[in-house]
């Protein structure tokens, strides 16, 4: 079946601009997660749906980083004002449960990066 | 104390080689854990979760040291396809509705032929 899809998948942007990343999760899954991950860095956790309850934002990095996930399904992730150490890879993933205990799939991720 | 730290390597090891990763986290309420591969420039996918009583699959075996609050992962008979970063992975909360989970920076194995 479909796995976790992202777009798009590289994104070459100038310091100041606005970029939107894409998510589109694995059909029936209701939680999803970005992380992001810098070179040589582990995934750094930004934020979590689940179902129709409100997310938890807690490791977005700063107020330019904002997310949405509309319908229980697609999910978009908005920086704003671009600066050069958002350079990463943004990674989204998806589970069917909310329990810790699911295996969470990945997508390709969206390979940012800010001149 | 890193929240989930292991050792980056890389490993460099014969093809047929038993090769050990290990890694430790720093809650004591953590209650799952799992083992993510993540190949060059791809997404992390899942390996194994790691159990109380230890776990197998063919040849990779995972450990966990509730006590000392420590995960491994052996790999036996190595083939050049294992070659990749091996994440540890903790979700820190605790029961049932926790969900976080908290990468380590990951493991780097190389397979030599």
């Known amino acids: 079946g479909a796995g976790v899809s992202q777009s798009p998948s590289n994104k070459v942007t100038e310091k100041g601009k606005d970029v939107e990343l894409r998510c589109d999760p694995i059909s029936g899954h209701t939680a999803l997660y970005w992380y992001r991950q810098s070179l040589g860095q582990g995934l750094e956790f930004l934020i979590y749906?689940?179902?129709?309850?409100?997310?938890?934002k807690s490791g977005l990095p700063s107020d330019r980083f904002s997310a949405e996930r509309t319908g229980g399904s697609v999910s978009t992730l908005t920086i704003q004002r671009t600066q050069q150490e958002d350079s990463a890879v943004y990674l989204c993933?998806?589970?069917?449960?909310?329990?810790?205990?699911?295996?969470?799939?990945f997508g390709p991720g969206t390979r940012l990066t800010v001149l | 104390r890193k929240e989930v730290e292991q050792d980056p390597g890389p490993f460099n090891v014969p093809e047929g080689a038993t090769v050990a990763f290990n890694c430790t986290y720093s809650n004591s309420a953590s209650q799952s854990f799992f083992w993510y591969r993540q190949d060059c420039r791809k997404e992390p996918k899942l390996l194994m979760s790691?159990?109380?009583s230890g776990n197998e699959d063919g040849r990779f075996t995972a450990q966990l040291n509730r006590a000392s609050q420590y995960i491994s992962l052996l790999i036996r008979d190595s083939k050049l396809s294992d070659s990749a970063t091996y994440l540890c992975?903790?979700?820190?909360?605790?029961?049932?509705?926790?969900?976080?989970?908290?990468f380590g920076k990951g493991t780097k194995l190389s397979v030599i032929p």
């Open positions: 749906f689940q179902g129709n309850s409100a997310p938890d």
């Open positions: 790691v159990y109380s």
């Open positions: 993933a998806s589970s069917p449960q909310r329990r810790s205990y699911n295996e969470q799939f």
């Open positions: 992975v903790v979700n820190m909360g605790s029961g049932a509705g926790s969900y976080q989970l908290t």
